[in-house]
């Protein structure tokens, strides 16, 4: 199926730009669970081609500056999933676990290929991540029920500890206070999930024993913790509700933006960054109060159509000192980003030096594209504004 094309955003496209900080040939990006690029702690990963090798390399994001180089046979370009201060990079031999900080290699282990970042205990040194189940050896071409788990590794060594196998669709993983939180769906069809809801499971993180579950009207893809407060979580679906997580209760809920399922680039997740909670809806901006939900800042996105029911390419985050930073696809053409400051306010814009398939990431008031030209491609990051 031919995906719809999306309604431009872009009339003319702006005259500026934004500053370059920095740029890097001979890179390829590292695919990461939500962005092109794997980015923790200031550093960016990424593969460099070494003939006959690869080497993954960790650039500062503000200055470019390689901060270390580790060589690895040719595999492609392995996807890399966060956990915690290691990459997991998912080798052909196992998955390695690298010091994003150092470089150094803490070990290599047998596991399932990570569906996204881990979840992390810190305290404990526990990770816990989504997997697909194999096929029973023997059975591959039989039909199977599709079974997801969640698997919990220590990550000191690597050593399994835990795993919860499920045919049920959906599995969204947090954790809160020492404690992992599993909400599943009560049904193995997707598109029953928001009707039939999920069960919300209290877990142990060493041991994985349950302490308590409770159902929950959600239809959560992914959580996220109360930042300071153990005690409550963001569930981000077809809408977003701050829940409890002692009993389920459902202070407030929101609208989500539309899902993009179609695209180069996944749909980047609506989250909590630095302490707010900014969303990007088809024509609006809105950044949330996290206690009531209510609307305490907006800003209309200049060109867009406001009765458009297809959702749209964007990527949204807060700005740093306020407001918030827009990258909006301009369909083929160089993708255009906004900057919003005073709630209502008319926005700063300028156009990317790329198009919105090839923007990497958008962390720490940096924007990394891969820009390609007659004599390659260069691994560039711009100043937000």
């Given at each position: 199926?031919?995906?719809?094309?999306?309604?431009?955003?872009?009339?003319?496209?702006?005259?500026?730009?934004?500053?370059?900080?920095?740029?890097?040939?001979?890179?390829?990006?590292?695919?990461?669970?939500?962005?092109?690029?794997?980015?923790?702690?200031?550093?960016?990963?990424?593969?460099?081609?070494?003939?006959?090798?690869?080497?993954?390399?960790?650039?500062?994001?503000?200055?470019?500056?390689?901060?270390?180089?580790?060589?690895?046979?040719?595999?492609?370009?392995?996807?890399?999933?966060?956990?915690?201060?290691?990459?997991?990079?998912?080798?052909?031999?196992?998955?390695?676990?690298?010091?994003?900080?150092?470089?150094?290699?803490?070990?290599?282990?047998?596991?399932?290929?990570?569906?996204?970042?881990?979840?992390?205990?810190?305290?404990?040194?526990?990770?816990?991540?989504?997997?697909?189940?194999?096929?029973?050896?023997?059975?591959?071409?039989?039909?199977?029920?599709?079974?997801?788990?969640?698997?919990?590794?220590?990550?000191?060594?690597?050593?399994?500890?835990?795993?919860?196998?499920?045919?049920?669709?959906?599995?969204?993983?947090?954790?809160?206070?020492?404690?992992?939180?599993?909400?599943?769906?009560?049904?193995?069809?997707?598109?029953?999930?928001?009707?039939?809801?999920?069960?919300?499971?209290?877990?142990?993180?060493?041991?994985?024993?349950?302490?308590?579950?409770?159902?929950?009207?959600?239809?959560?893809?992914?959580?996220?913790?109360?930042?300071?407060?153990?005690?409550?979580?963001?569930?981000?679906?077809?809408?977003?509700?701050?829940?409890?997580?002692?009993?389920?209760?459902?202070?407030?809920?929101?609208?989500?933006?539309?899902?993009?399922?179609?695209?180069?680039?996944?749909?980047?997740?609506?989250?909590?960054?630095?302490?707010?909670?900014v969303v990007g809806y088809e024509s609006q901006v809105r950044e949330l109060d996290l206690r009531s939900g209510?609307?305490?800042?907006?800003?209309?996105?200049?060109?867009?159509?406001?009765?458009?029911?297809?959702?749209?390419?964007?990527?949204?985050?807060?700005?740093?000192?306020?407001?918030?930073?827009?990258?909006?696809?301009?369909?083929?053409?160089?993708?255009?980003?906004?900057?919003?400051?005073?709630?209502?306010?008319?926005?700063?814009?300028?156009?990317?030096?790329?198009?919105?398939?090839?923007?990497?990431?958008?962390?720490?008031?940096?924007?990394?594209?891969?820009?390609?030209?007659?004599?390659?491609?260069?691994?560039?990051?711009?100043?937000?504004?």
């Open positions: 199926m031919t995906p719809p094309r999306p309604i431009s955003t872009v009339k003319a496209a702006p005259s500026g730009g934004l500053r370059l900080l920095w740029s890097v040939r001979g890179l390829m990006d590292a695919p990461s669970a939500y962005m092109r690029v794997a980015v923790h702690g200031g550093l960016m990963l990424a593969w460099a081609y070494e003939p006959p090798k690869t080497a993954l390399v960790a650039l500062d994001l503000r200055t470019g500056q390689e901060r270390w180089r580790m060589p690895m046979p040719t595999e492609g370009r392995p996807e890399i999933a966060l956990a915690g201060d290691l990459a997991l990079v998912q080798r052909t031999i196992g998955v390695t676990a690298i010091d994003v900080a150092t470089g150094r290699q803490r070990w290599t282990r047998r596991l399932c290929g990570f569906r996204g970042d881990l979840t992390t205990v810190t305290d404990k040194r526990v990770g816990v991540g989504r997997c697909g189940v194999p096929e029973p050896p023997g059975e591959e071409h039989k039909w199977h029920p599709q079974m997801s788990m969640a698997i919990a590794i220590d990550l000191t060594d690597g050593r399994e500890l835990w795993r919860r196998e499920t045919t049920a669709a959906g599995l969204a993983i947090t954790a809160a206070g020492g404690i992992v939180y599993l909400a599943v769906g009560n049904t193995p069809y997707l598109n029953q999930v928001k009707n039939k809801g999920v069960t919300v499971s209290a877990l142990d993180a060493r041991s994985g024993i349950v302490r308590r579950s409770y159902l929950l009207a959600a239809d959560p893809d992914h959580i996220q913790p109360f930042p300071g407060d153990a005690t409550r979580a963001l569930f981000f679906g077809s809408d977003i509700a701050a829940v409890s997580l002692a009993d389920g209760r459902v202070w407030w809920r929101k609208p989500a933006p539309l899902p993009l399922n179609w695209g180069v680039l996944p749909f980047p997740r609506t989250e909590v960054r630095d302490g707010r909670l209510a609307t305490i800042a907006s800003w209309d996105i200049p060109w867009a159509d406001k009765s458009a029911s297809q959702p749209v390419r964007q990527l949204t985050r807060p700005a740093p000192g306020g407001g918030a930073l827009v990258i909006k696809d301009a369909w083929q053409q160089p993708a255009v980003a906004f900057q919003f400051g005073k709630s209502g306010a008319a926005p700063t814009v300028a156009a990317l030096e790329a198009n919105y398939e090839f923007v990497m990431a958008v962390e720490e008031g940096v924007v990394v594209v891969l820009k390609q030209d007659g004599t390659g491609a260069a691994m560039q990051g711009y100043a937000a504004f």
